[in-house]
C-alpha cells in the first residue's frame, strides 16, 4: 500500500511540474512580437483585407461577362411548353470596352491593393508596436514591484533599528513611528501597483490572441541595450506609402472619368433552329452612345479631378506630419538614452553610497533618522527612475517602428 500512494505521489507531483512548467514559461519579446503576428485577431483581419484587395485586381481587367440566351418562338397561343415552339434562337453577345478603360479600371483597382496593403502594414506596425508597448509595461511595473519589496526589507531593518535605539533610550519613540508609516506608504503603493499589473498582464494576453486567462510570464532581469540598428528613410513609412498609393489610384480614377465618355461596343451572333433542322444566323455589332455627357460625364471629371487634388495635399500633409513626428520621436528616444547612462553612472552609484553611509551615520548617531528615511527614498526613487528612462527608451523605439515600418512583416504567398 505504501509503494502504491508512494507512486501516485510520483505522478501527481509530475503533473503538477508540468503545469507549473508550462504556465510560467518565459516569454521574450521576440517571441511574444511573433506570437502576436499569428494570433492577434488586428493582425489577422489585416492580413484578410489585403488578399480580398489583392482578388479585387484581376477582374478589373477583364471585359464583362459575355452572355447567352435562348428564345423559343411561335409558341402556339395557351401553351408555355418551349416544346411546341416552331423556332428555337440562341445568341451570344459580348460587351467590348474602349479601349483603355479595363486598363485604367485594372490600374485603378491595382493602386487601391498597394493602398490597402499600405494600411495593412500600418496597422499591423501599429499593433505589434502595442504588444510591445504592453510588454514594457508589464516589465516595468514588475521592476517596480521588485524595487517596492527591497524597499520594505531595507524599511523593516530600519524599523528593526529604531525599535532597538529606542529600547535602549538613545532614540525618540517618534523615530519608530516614521519608520512604521514609511513601510506603510509603501506597502500602500504595492497594492495599487499589483492591481495595474494585473491588468495590464491581461492586456497583453489579449494583444497576444490569447484568452484573459492566459497570462504571460516575463523575464525577471533584461539587461538595458541600446539600438543600434538604422531606421529606414520615412519616404518608406506605411502611412507616406498608403498616401502616395491613394494619389495613384485618383490619377488613374481622373484618367477613366475621361475615358467613360467614350463609347464601348457590342458584338453578337445569333441562330435559328427550326424541327431539328439549323436554320439562318445573324451577326450584330453595336455601340454605345454616351450622350448625356452634360452633366453627368463632365461632372464626374470635376469630381475626380477634386479628389485628386485632395489626395495629393493630403500626401504632403502625410509627408509633413511623419516628418515631424520622426523628428519629436528621436528626439525623445536620445533624451530617454541619456538619462539611462547618467542615472546608471551617477545617480544611482551615489544614492547607494549616500544609503549605505547613512546607515553607518545612524547606528552611531551622526544623522537623525528622517535624514536615514529622505536617503532611503532618494534610493528609491533613483531605481524606479532608470525604469520609467528605460520605458521611454524602449516605447519610444517601438513608436519609430510602427511609424517608419521597422517590424518585419512576412505574408504568405496565395
Known amino acids: 500500500m505504501r509503494v502504491k500512494h508512494f507512486s501516485k505521489g510520483i505522478v501527481l507531483a509530475l503533473i503538477f511540474t508540468f503545469i507549473v512548467g508550462y504556465t510560467s514559461e518565459v516569454l521574450t519579446l521576440e517571441e511574444a512580437l511573433e506570437e502576436a503576428m499569428r494570433s492577434n485577431p488586428t493582425i489577422l483581419a489585416a492580413d484578410a483585407q489585403v488578399d480580398a484587395a489583392s482578388a479585387r ?27 411546341d415552339a416552331g423556332m428555337t434562337q440562341y445568341s451570344v453577345s459580348q460587351m467590348i470596352a474602349f479601349p483603355g478603360k479595363t486598363l485604367a479600371r485594372g490600374t485603378a483597382m491595382a493602386a487601391k491593393q498597394d493602398m490597402v496593403e499600405a494600411q495593412s502594414d500600418a496597422t499591423v506596425s501599429r499593433t505589434l508596436a502595442d504588444v510591445e508597448y504592453a510588454y514594457w509595461t508589464v516589465y516595468r511595473l514588475s521592476r517596480d514591484r521588485d524595487i517596492l519589496n527591497e524597499s520594505l526589507v531595507l524599511l523593516g531593518q530600519l524599523l528593526a533599528s529604531a525599535r532597538s535605539r529606542y529600547a535602549t533610550g538613545a532614540a525618540p519613540q517618534a523615530e519608530v513611528l516614521r519608520a512604521q508609516l514609511a513601510r506603510s506608504e509603501v506597502e500602500v503603493k504595492l497594492v495599487s501597483l499589483e492591481e495595474k499589473l494585473g491588468a495590464s498582464k491581461i492586456e497583453l494576453a489579449l494583444l497576444l490572441g490569447r484568452e484573459s486567462a492566459d497570462l504571460p510570464t516575463l523575464p525577471e532581469d ?16 506605411p502611412m507616406v506609402q498608403m498616401s502616395e498609393a491613394k494619389v495613384r489610384a485618383s490619377n488613374r480614377q481622373l484618367t477613366g472619368a475621361w475615358l467613360d465618355l467614350m463609347p464601348d461596343f457590342m458584338a453578337a451572333y445569333r441562330w435559328r433552329e427550326a424541327n431539328g433542322e439549323m436554320g439562318s444566323g445573324d451577326i450584330m455589332v453595336g455601340i454605345t452612345l454616351p450622350i448625356w455627357v452634360w452633366p453627368k460625364g ?21 509627408s509633413n ?50 535624514t536615514l528615511l529622505e536617503v532611503e527614498r532618494s534610493w528609491r526613487s533613483a531605481r524606479m527612475s532608470l525604469e520609467a528612462s528605460r520605458f521611454e527608451y524602449q516605447t519610444s523605439l517601438a513608436d519609430l517602428r510602427a511609424l517608419l515600418g521597422g517590424y518585419e512583416i512576412k505574408r504568405e504567398t496565395r
Open 321 to 370: 506630419q511623419v516628418e515631424t513626428m520622426y523628428a519629436k520621436l528621436t528626439a525623445k528616444l536620445t533624451a530617454s538614452r541619456a538619462e539611462i547612462e547618467r542615472i546608471q553612472h551617477e545617480v544611482l552609484p551615489l544614492a547607494e553610497q549616500a544609503l549605505a553611509s547613512s546607515r553607518l551615520a545612524y547606528e552611531t548617531g551622526a544623522v537623525e533618522f528622517n
Open 222 to 237: 533584461i539587461p538595458i541595450e541600446f539600438a543600434v540598428t538604422e531606421f529606414p528613410s520615412t519616404e518608406t513609412a
Open 57 to 83: 485586381v484581376l477582374p478589373a481587367f477583364l471585359w464583362p461577362d459575355p452572355s447567352f440566351e435562348v428564345m423559343w418562338m411561335n409558341i402556339p397561343p395557351g401553351s408555355l411548353d418551349p416544346a
Open 298 to 318: 463632365s461632372n464626374r471629371i470635376i469630381a475626380a479631378s477634386a479628389e485628386r487634388k485632395v489626395t495629393i495635399y493630403q500626401n504632403q500633409a502625410t
